[in-house]
C-alpha cells in the first residue's frame, strides 16, 4: 500500500467531484416524495462500484428500496472483507436552519476542518464514509494491490429502520459469507485522537397516542372539567425519569449489563473536555443520570427521549382549546442485554397503566434493534488497530457510541461474523442536523486507511 499517499494526490479532485455528484441526489428514505431519487442514487452507487472494479454488481430488489450489491472475488482460499453502508440520508429540516441548501454540496473550512468540509445532506452520514470504501476499493484494484475477496452491500433504508435488509441478508447467507465486516458510518474522537467504535446501542421507537374527548373544546366552557390530553401527556412523559433522571419503567433496568470499574476507569482515559462539550452545545450545564460521566451516559447507559411532541393549537396567535389528542414521539437507547421487543412491551405496559381516567391511550411501535458490542482481540480490530497506526501515527482507542445502527447485531446473529466500525466522522459533523458536513481530510483519511486494513486482514489469515 506504499503509493496510496501519492494516489490520492493525484486523485482527490475527481474524488471530492464524485462525492458532490452524489451528494446532489435527495435520497431520503423515509419522504415517498423522493423515492425516484432514492432509486437514482441506488442506480449511481451501482455504477461506482463498477467503475472501482466490481466485476459483479446487481440491484437487488426488496419489498422497499434496493441493495446494491458488488463483489470481486480473486481467489476462493482468500478471506472475504463484506462493506456495508447506506445510500439514503436523513430527511434535512429543518430547511430555514441550513447556510446553504443541503442539495446543493459546497465546501467551506471551519475551525475544525481548515483544509475544508463538505456540506450537504449525507456528507457524512453515509454517502461520505460509504464512497471512502469504494475509493480504497478502486485504489486497490487499479494498482493491483487487493489482497483478498470483497463484497459491498449498501442499502438504501439504514435511516428507516433496514426492515427489508434483515429479510435480504437472512435470505442471501451463502452470497453474503464472508470473514469480516466492514462499516464506517460512525465517528472518531478527534483528528488527532483515532478511534474504533466498539459499542453501538440498541433502539426502541415507539409512537404515542392520548385521546381526551371526542372532539376539541372550547378551553374556557370545559376547561377544568374534562382531561386535557396535552396536559395529560407531558405529565405521563415526565414521570418516565424520576429525580436521579432513572427511568421509571417497572423492569427497564433489569438487563443492563453493570460495567467494571475497571471497565469504566478505561472509558475515561479517552479525552474529554466538560467545557468544551459545553461550549460546543452552548449549554451551561450537562444534564443525565446520576452517577455516570456524559461520556457513560451516552454510550454505556440506557435513555428516554422524547423526538416530537405534537397537538392542539399551533397557527400564529392564540386559540383558545383544549384539544381532543395529543402526540408523541419516543425514542429508547438500549445497551447490550436488552432486547428491544420487550422494551417495546414494558413501555406500552406502563404507559398504558399510568393512564389516568378521562383519556384512552394508543401505543404504536415503530422500529427497533438490538445493541451491539465486540471484542478488541479479534483479528479484524486488531488489523484495524494496526491500519490506524500506520496512517495516524498511533493506535486507536477503542470507543462505545451511543448511537444505533440496529442490522449490525443481526449481521452477527445471521452471517457470524464480527463488524469493525472504523468511523472517520467528528461528533461535531452535524449528521441529523442542519449544515451537516464531512471534512475532506476525514475523507481523504478514511480512503487512506482502509487499504492498509485489508492488508492487515489478509496477512492475518496467512
Ligand atoms: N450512522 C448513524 C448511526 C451512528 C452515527 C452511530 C454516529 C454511531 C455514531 C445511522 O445512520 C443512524 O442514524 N442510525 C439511527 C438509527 C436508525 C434505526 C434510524 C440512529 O442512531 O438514530
Ligand atoms: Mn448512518
Ligand atoms: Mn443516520
Redesign the pocket.
Known sequence: MENIKSYIKEHKDRFLNELIELLKIPSISADSAYKNDVLKTADAIKLSLEEAGCNIVEICPTDGYPIVYGEKIIDKNLPTVLVYG?YDV?PPDPLNLWDSPPFEPIIKSTALHPDGAIFARGAC??KGQMYMHVKAMEFMTSTNQLPCNVKFMIEGE?????ANLATFVKNNQKKLKNDVILIS???MIAKDVPSI?TG??G?S?VEVEVTGPNRDLHSGLYGGAVANPINIITKMIASLHDENNHITIPGFYDKVEGLSKEERAEMAKAPFSLDAYKKALDIDAVYGETGYTTNERNSIRPTLDVNGIWGGYIGEGAKTVIASKAYAKI?MRLVPHQDWEEITKLFTKHFMAIAPKGVKVKVKPH?G?QGYVTPIDSIGYQAASKAYEVTFGKAPIPQR??????IVALFEQELKSKTILM?F?LDSDA??SPNEHFGIWNYLKGIETIPHFYKYFAESFK
Request: a negative charge.
Open positions: 447506506h436523513q452520514d453515509d439504514e435511516e428507516v429502520g433496514s458510518d460512525t465517528g467504535t453501538l446501542r433502539l421507537y425514542s422500529h434493534g457510541s451511543g448511537g444505533s445502527i440496529p468511523g466522522g449528521i441529523h
